[in-house]
């Protein structure tokens, strides 16, 4: 059975170094598969040729078996692969409603034209669609700021914000970039839990890029560890962590 | 004939090299697109033929003078206008509508201060010189050579004085710069004073060159000046040279019937934009610009 | 001093007004909305009045099809700038749209025959022809005129214009309430975040570009119908930049803060023509032209350093900060 995410082989460049060499790594479906490396591996790199925002120069990216690496960045989202970024991207200058009822697929109204045209199906979609965000603003505890500017929330209800809003696309696979990165102590858990209820109770499957290995290792059903561009290992968290090549590869670049 | 149009070029390609420079300067270490900028090339010019042709004090003082109101202007207008809007953290939207603004007041004084009339320097219009089968006024020789001299001063001083330096490291990376402890202030006042000295010899130099002009004529160079910018890779003043004098020959070698029939000369400037959009299309950063990823 | 209170000459000023609302409510959707910096919107305003006037006079065609016709060539115009364009970055995509607009100027200055060259649509097909996409026009703004009862063809043509305006106007509000408006700010806002949401950033963009400009070649047609004959000198940069200054002015990102900024963008540039007092009196009137186009300088100005979020704007949701 081939795995939900298949990345094969792929090399991208910049400025004549390569940032990604050949990597290759699997996600299997309705698991937590967290990517791991020392700064420079090319984890961010990877993220950004997975989800379409870079091309790669060799190699392929397959969801569900269908090739993906050639297509713009929003069919990829289509497609049911959705991504954050490090800094939470909120629409500062939109209501925080606006920015997860914005991210719901299948919204006729998207087209200007059905809004006269069939209006009625519509409206009638645009409401659905704002209930479930109310419903997914309060899965977040954001519920109370739903007509507050994004502007107003801080660096860790803005992470909130973006989970809410990755989970109203209604994703196949998500990708995490660094989510607990400045994130306070105290949301912090909370974001965890809410990374784990992604597979448990939505049934997403999940791949992040996170610094902290605890996180990590207490989080994750596979690791998968990059360094200088490539794949050196992959497995469940206990395996990799005392694999020599991955001790290496951190070791080597802490000095 | 191509010779001729190469020459003519060369000109035309030095008035837009030297404004390029200079906005390229103000660009890549202020993020101001400077919109005024032909109009301080205007400026420049008017004061100087005040000072030729009124005071009768000829090219050289003129063009000194122009020298020293075009930066005294740019250095006031520093205090007055641009400093405020970075108090303010202006974005590039703000700064770019207020040198719109600028451009407009900035014109208007100089209709009121000189009046609608076009001007000309008091330079012999018989005087050619030949070269082969290249004939040159007077104009156009002197402007090659003040040019070249500009250029080479303005070049050597970026590449070799610790000012120069400073302000291309400014250019290339502001924020770096400023954690590099480089006195920002410092290179701002420059910036401004050099970009003022260089609108003013463009300004000298078109209305050498064309040898009428009126108040509305720099901002009629600023956009092919801009071209030039973009062209060479903007925030780069090396490109902008480069750009400059690619745009001035090739808008003057477009006309050259050899390519077939050649352009209508009335299209020239259409040339230099059409040179513009399809570099643009094929490299959005342009020539010698880094590829940002934005 | 009586010029003050002539009505025909504020029925002007509104008219002028009415035609600018249209003109910013197209930089409103591509701006306001959508993010993108065009400098080049009079050139769309132009290619709607050149179509018409050259579809009437050359072509023989019904004004009444001309027209709509004439905004279609705006709004396809706009989207072959957008494919050009749009993969540039902000800086870039400005100073490229102002070269268009002026290439767009130049062509309309040179091609003499077909656009009437320098000396305008006076030249279209000779005197006693040229008038005739007016004359279309003449003959409904009569009959408008006397269906109503109204004094003069200028307080006619004040409530034609404001009649579209209002209603344009209101359009665009309804617009940009829509999933569809939702997602031009948001691409406003943060492109890639859109992206990554799955809308079609460039599509959407497109169709700012493409309304916006169908909007421009609206205020053309009446700038066709209102002056009669029309030359590209009426459709310099300076028009594009008057059109932003009313967007600032008003308030951008907000539909109803167009026609505010339009009227007090008129009121201004009228009024000064009036000032009966030092240091104006200073200067004679062809100074005092000099004097006007300064003051709106100073005013844009004024509105970027002291309050762009202009008169009806908010601050928390500045897009000029």
Do not use: C
């Not at chain 1, 990345?7 to 170094?17: C, H, I, K, P, Q």
Request: charged share 15%; aromatic share 10%.
């Amino acid at each position: 059975m081939s795995a939900l995410l298949e990345v094969r082989d792929v090399v991208r460049s910049f400025g004549g170094v390569r940032a990604v060499d050949g990597a290759s790594l699997d996600v299997e479906a309705a698991s937590i598969t967290s990517l791991i490396g020392p700064n420079g591996a090319g984890k961010s790199t990877l993220f950004n040729i997975v989800s379409g925002f870079l091309r790669a120069e060799a190699g392929t990216v397959s969801l569900e078996g269908r090739r993906i690496d050639r297509l713009p960045p929003h069919r990829i989202a289509r497609a049911g692969l959705v991504r954050t970024f490090q800094t939470a991207r909120a629409l500062a200058r939109m209501t925080v409603l606006d920015n997860v009822v914005l991210a719901a697929p299948r919204q006729p109204g998207e087209r200007l034209v059905r809004n006269v045209v069939g209006g009625r199906a519509t409206r009638r979609r645009e409401q659905e669609v704002r209930v479930r965000a109310h419903e997914l603003l309060e899965l977040v505890r954001l519920d109370g700021h739903a007509h507050a500017l994004a502007a107003t929330l801080s660096g860790g209800q803005r992470k909130l914000l973006d989970f809410a809003r990755v989970l109203m696309t209604e994703p196949r696979l998500v990708l995490l970039d660094e989510p607990m990165a400045g994130v306070n102590p105290v949301l912090r858990g909370e974001l965890l839990e809410h990374v784990v209820s992604l597979r448990e109770e939505h049934g997403v499957t999940v791949l992040l890029v996170e610094h902290d290995l605890e996180v990590v290792m207490g989080v994750s059903d596979r690791v998968v560890v990059m360094s200088n561009g490539a794949v050196i290992a992959s497995g469940p968290p206990d395996g990799v962590r005392s694999d020599a090549r991955v001790v290496d590869a951190y070791l080597g670049v802490e000095e | 004939m191509f010779l001729q149009l190469l020459a003519n070029g060369l000109v035309t390609g030095a008035v837009y090299a030297i404004a390029a420079v200079g906005v390229s300067l103000v660009y890549g270490i202020l993020r101001i697109v400077h919109f005024a900028y032909g109009d301080l090339m205007t400026f420049g010019a008017f004061v100087a033929v005040t000072f030729d042709t009124t005071l009768g004090l000829g090219m050289i003082v003129a063009t000194a003078a122009a020298m020293v109101a075009a930066s005294a202007l740019s250095v006031g207008l520093d205090f007055a206008l641009w400093r405020p809007l970075r108090a303010r953290r202006a974005n590039f939207m703000s700064l770019f509508l207020a040198s719109i603004g600028l451009a407009l007041v900035l014109r208007q004084a100089i209709f009121l201060a000189w009046g609608p009339q076009p001007r000309a320097f008091d330079v012999d219009p018989f005087k050619v010189y030949t070269i082969g089968s290249v004939r040159l006024s007077g104009a156009q020789v002197i402007a090659i050579v003040v040019a070249v001299v500009a250029i080479v001063l303005v070049g050597l001083l970026l590449s070799f004085t610790t000012l120069g330096r400073t302000m291309r490291a400014v250019a290339d990376d502001r924020s770096l710069a400023a954690v590099a402890g480089i006195d920002t202030g410092r290179v701002v006042l420059a910036t401004w004073v050099l970009s003022g000295a260089l609108a003013a010899i463009a300004g000298v130099l078109a209305g050498l060159v064309q040898s009428t002009f009126d108040p509305n004529f720099g901002f009629t160079l600023l956009l092919p000046v801009f071209a030039a910018v973009v062209l060479g890779g903007i925030g780069n003043p090396y490109g902008a040279l480069a750009g400059g004098f690619l745009l001035g020959i090739v808008t003057e070698l477009s006309t050259w019937e050899g390519f077939g029939g050649g352009v209508d000369p009335v299209y020239k400037p259409v040339v230099a934009f059409a040179v513009l959009i399809v570099v643009l299309l094929a490299r959005p950063q342009g020539i010698l610009g880094r590829a940002r990823l934005v | 001093m009586s010029v003050l209170t002539s009505g025909e000459f504020w029925a002007f000023v509104g008219v002028v007004a009415g035609i600018y609302t249209i003109l910013t409510l197209g930089l409103q959707i591509e701006f306001g909305y959508a993010g993108l910096l065009n400098f080049g919107h009079v050139a769309f305003m132009a290619i709607g009045s050149y179509t018409m006037a050259i579809l009437v006079v050359k072509s023989g065609w019904s004004m009444w099809l001309a027209a709509p016709a004439a905004v279609v060539a705006s709004a396809a115009a706009g989207v072959v700038l957008g494919l050009a364009t749009l993969r540039l970055r902000a800086d870039y995509f400005a100073i490229v749209t102002i070269a268009l607009s002026e290439i767009v100027r130049y062509v309309a200055t040179n091609e003499d025959r077909l656009t009437g060259g320098s000396q305008g649509t006076i030249n279209l097909a000779g005197a006693e022809e040229a008038s005739d996409y007016n004359s279309q026009w003449q003959r409904f703004q009569d009959w408008f005129q006397g269906a109503l009862h109204l004094g003069s063809k200028d307080v006619a043509m004040l409530l034609l214009v404001w009649a579209v305006a209002l209603v344009l106007t209101a359009l665009v509000a309804l617009s940009i309430r829509t999933p569809w408006g939702r997602v031009l700010r948001a691409i406003r806002e943060d492109e890639d975040a859109a992206r990554s949401l799955g809308k079609n950033v460039f599509a959407y963009k497109l169709q700012a570009l493409a309304l916006g400009s169908a909007l421009a070649g609206v205020a053309g047609l009446f700038y066709a119908w209102q002056f009669a004959f029309f030359s590209p000198a009426d459709f310099a940069p300076l028009l594009t930049f008057f059109a932003w200054m009313i967007l600032i002015l008003g308030g951008v990102g907000r539909a109803w803060a167009v026609p505010v900024g339009a009227l007090v963008f008129g009121v201004i540039f009228a009024g000064t023509r009036f000032f009966e007092f030092a240091p104006f009196t200073w200067f004679d009137s062809a100074e005092r032209a000099y004097l006007r186009l300064m003051v709106i300088g100073l005013v844009l100005i004024g509105l970027i350093l002291f309050r762009p979020q202009g008169l009806l704007g908010k601050r928390e949701e500045l897009v000029l900060e």
